[in-house]
């Protein structure tokens, strides 16, 4: 029963998509059971496992010597209590049938009724019996039921050492309403190990001769039944927790086939699925993947959560044509580093950030292009940094265009492209300006997690320039402006706006002549900084250079627009108020047809509006 956060999860494992397929009968005989017919625990099947110290997962509760196990009606209730004991906060149960009841193969299943609760954590599981030689994971691990929190889904998994570490393989299902009474079960053969509840099959693992080191699955297992408090997966209690809480077992049961080995089988091969591009795929069809899990989404089916920085899924894809795609995504998160790759290979294909939505099933989508090529291939999305969600992603053959932004192609490559970038700040060293410029839209310049910022490129000569094309990340301006120069002292706003939207903005305005090219942005959309894939400068004119910033006049700084120019916005520019918006201190917008100005730097929320937190907006 080991923590999710902590898997290095190995899916060399071959699976079978065997979801809603009713799991088949073997000519199973019963070998063991206990009914809980008696008064007590019997202690002839089980033994208490006693003591604190988190059990490898950080958990809260001490296990007793039986004080929270009772007997009675045909039901073992296991008890988890608030209350201090041995230096603990809680109390529960943990039973095993190690040296008592051991088994190799067979059918094993119990009838549950489990709690939900915040930091709740029932589990009904197997370990190898040899357990302390070799020590976990390499004796094994069978997951039979495990369910944290108020989820609606039971999770099943094996753990064992592929030879070079921890290794896991499993699956998650729906459970309507688990406070009700479910038959969870394995089916376990020298080929494989198929979990099921209420005798519908989830999900399937293949341990044929020993495939990928799991001859910890061909010796005998003892059984475990435990209600853990708190711990690295469900993370703690909070007030709506109901204590006590009651984990109940009507029995658990033990078939083989007569004693005799289960005639190995030819295994199922794994799906081959390929999806096309363009097309939209369902997060949880992964083809294989490392340290996520499955859960219920609130917008329908299965969401992969629990994804940690390093996890990663991958996707069997067909490309129908070699092209640029806009790639989208669907994500949730709590939290403000959620990040993630898209790659192909070694190759980064985009990078992407997840915003705080306000909740783990609060849904938004974040887009970028990316370039593929055509055939079919696999494409990896790879996670860069930890705690969020994704539902689905879904590639567009083109990127949706701006209908007011459209412009009519010019004649002339780039000229911003590899020039040098002056920038006013950088997220980190893997995020320079020089990103912004080299024509890769795989790498991206990204400022610092505040406002103003702005990036400039010196175009080497004075030219004639009347476009500029912004490829926004996933953190892009809500208002900025593009400005030009002559000699990076003095600037002009050629274009503004306090309503973008990211994507691409392909903007057209009245040709100019400079030699210096800048978006300066006050407002950020997220609570990240501004984030660009490319920043390109288009028009014509000589390529004669001219003298390097030469002005006539002192110098203005050049992070702040001269006087004697149309002067650049600043974060007090006024915009519409709206949720999930990144504002700082000093920014003025309109609600309800009136004018707040910010008090403190924060990210709005629905509910947030406003009239409705006056330590946050003031009315002017």
């Known amino acids: 029963m080991k923590n999710k956060y902590l898997l290095v999860i190995l899916t060399l494992v071959l699976a079978v998509g065997l979801m809603g397929i009713p799991t088949a009968k073997a000519a199973y005989t019963l070998v063991w059971s206990d009914e809980f017919d008696g008064s007590s625990v019997n202690l002839n099947n089980w033994t208490f496992e006693t003591g604190g110290g988190g059990w490898g997962n950080n958990e809260l509760q001490y296990y007793t010597n039986g004080l929270n196990a009772t007997v009675s009606g045909g039901i073992l209730t296991i008890t988890a209590r608030r209350e201090n004991y041995e230096n603990r906060q809680y109390t529960s149960t943990r039973i095993i049938t190690r040296g008592k009841r051991e088994f190799k193969y067979g059918r094993i299943e119990a009838r549950i009724q489990i709690p939900m609760g915040k930091g709740l954590w029932p589990a009904f599981w197997t370990l190898g019996a040899n357990i302390g030689n070799p020590n976990w994971p390499a004796c094994g691990e069978i997951d039979i039921m495990e369910h944290v929190n108020t989820e609606t889904v039971t999770h099943g998994y094996i753990h064992w050492d592929a030879g070079s570490g921890h290794a896991s393989y499993g699956g998650s299902t729906s459970v309507s309403n688990p406070t009700a009474w479910h038959i969870y079960a394995i089916e376990w053969d020298a080929s494989r190990i198929r979990w099921s509840v209420d005798g519908v099959t989830f999900v399937e693992a293949n341990i044929l001769n020993n495939v990928n080191g799991t001859e910890e699955f061909h010796l005998p297992h003892f059984i475990l039944l435990n209600l853990a408090v708190g711990g690295d997966w469900p993370g703690s209690p909070d007030s709506s927790t109901v204590f006590p809480a009651y984990y109940r077992v009507d029995y658990v049961r033990v078939y083989q086939d007569n004693g005799t ?24 069809n992964y083809s294989a993947m490392s340290g996520i899990d499955t859960e219920s989404c609130s917008e329908g089916g299965l969401n992969v959560g629990w994804i940690e920085s390093g ?21 949730a998160s709590t939290g403000t580093s959620g990040r993630f790759d898209l790659r192909r290979g070694s190759t980064v294909l985009g990078s992407y950030t997840v915003p705080n939505t306000g909740g783990w099933q609060s849904w938004t989508t974040v887009s970028g292009n990316v370039s593929l090529s055509s055939g079919t291939q696999t494409l990896r999305i790879y996670a860069t940094g930890s705690g969020w969600n994704i539902n689905w992603l879904r590639f567009s053959a083109t990127a949706t265009p701006t209908p007011t932004r459209a412009a009519t192609p010019i004649p002339g490559g780039n000229l911003a492209l590899n020039k040098p970038v002056t920038v006013s700040s950088v997220e980190n060293a893997e995020t320079p300006g020089s990103a912004a ?28 320039v009347n476009r500029v094309k912004l490829n926004w990340e996933a953190a892009y301006g809500r208002s900025y402006t593009i400005q030009v120069s002559t000699n990076a002292t003095g600037w002009t706003n050629v274009y503004s706006t306090s309503t973008g939207d990211g994507g691409i903005d392909d903007l057209n305005f009245t040709a100019t002549s400079a ?6 942005g006050t407002v950020r959309a997220t609570e990240y900084g501004y984030s660009l894939w490319e920043f390109e ?21 050049t992070r702040t627009p ?16 709206q949720p999930n918006t990144a504002y ?12 707040y100005k910010c008090l403190q730097a924060h990210t709005s929320l629905v509910g947030w509006e406003p009239p409705n937190v006056p330590a946050l907006w003031q009315a002017q």
Do not use: C, K
């Open 515 to 520: 030699r210096y090219v800048r978006m300066y």
């Open 437 to 464: 410029v080299d024509g890769n839209t795989g790498t991206r310049w990204s400022s610092a997690f505040s406002d103003p910022q702005w990036i400039y490129v010196d175009l080497g000569a004075i030219h004639t």
């Open 311 to 331: 996890d990663w899924m991958d996707y069997n894809v067909n490309v129908q044509s070699s092209g640029t795609y806009n790639a989208q995504y669907r994500v």
């Open 261 to 284: 080995p289960v005639p190995t089988a030819t295994p199922t091969p794994p799906p081959s699925t390929t999806y096309p591009i363009p097309g939209q795929i369902e997060a949880e």
């Open 584 to 595: 700082a201190t000093g920014i003025l917008v309109v609600y309800g047809g009136t004018t």
């Open 537 to 557: 400068a288009y028009g014509s004119g000589s390529a004669t250079p001219t003298p390097t910033r030469v002005a006539t006049a002192t110098p203005t700084p």
């Open 562 to 577: 001269s006087s004697s120019v149309t002067p650049t916005p600043t974060p007090g520019g006024i915009q519409s108020w």
